[in-house]
C-alpha cells in the first residue's frame, strides 16, 4: 500500500502560478497528476517515470512542469499562467505500469485525495 498526500492548492488569478507536492510514502513508481472538475471524468495532467522522463497532457505542455524528489518522497507539479479552465481537484498517484506515460486513469494504483486548485478571471 502507498499513502500519498498532497498539498499546495489553493486560489490564483489568471496568469498566476502554484505549485503543488505530494508526499509518498514510496519512490519506487512513476508518478503521475491528474485533475477533475464536477461532473467529468477525471484527467491526465502530467507523469514522470521514477527517474526524469516526463510527458504532458497537450492543454498543459509549456505552462506546468512535473518533477520528483526521490530522497524526499516528493512529486511536484509547477505551475505556471494557469487558466480559469485549470480549475478542478488535483490528485497525485502512483504507478506500477510501464503504461502510465499514457496518462490513464486504471494505470495508476494509488490515489491521493486531492487538492483543489481554482483558477479566476
Known amino acids: 500500500q502507498v499513502q500519498l498526500v498532497e498539498s499546495g492548492g489553493g486560489s490564483v488569478q489568471a496568469g498566476g502560478s502554484l505549485r503543488l507536492s505530494c508526499t509518498a510514502s514510496t519512490s519506487i513508481y512513476a508518478m503521475g497528476w491528474f485533475r477533475q472538475v464536477p461532473g467529468k471524468q477525471r484527467e491526465g495532467v502530467a507523469a514522470i517515470s521514477r527517474g526524469v522522463t516526463t510527458y504532458y497532457a497537450d492543454s498543459v505542455k509549456g505552462r506546468f512542469s512535473i518533477s520528483r524528489d526521490n530522497r524526499e518522497n516528493t512529486l511536484y507539479l509547477q505551475m505556471n499562467n494557469l487558466k480559469p479552465e485549470d480549475t478542478a481537484m488535483y490528485y497525485c498517484?502512483?504507478?506500477?505500469?510501464?503504461?502510465?506515460?499514457?496518462?490513464?486513469?486504471?494505470?495508476?494504483?494509488?490515489w491521493g485525495q486531492g487538492t483543489q486548485v481554482t483558477v479566476s478571471s
Open positions: 498517484a502512483a504507478s506500477p505500469s510501464s503504461r502510465y506515460y499514457l496518462l490513464q486513469v486504471p494505470d495508476f494504483r494509488y
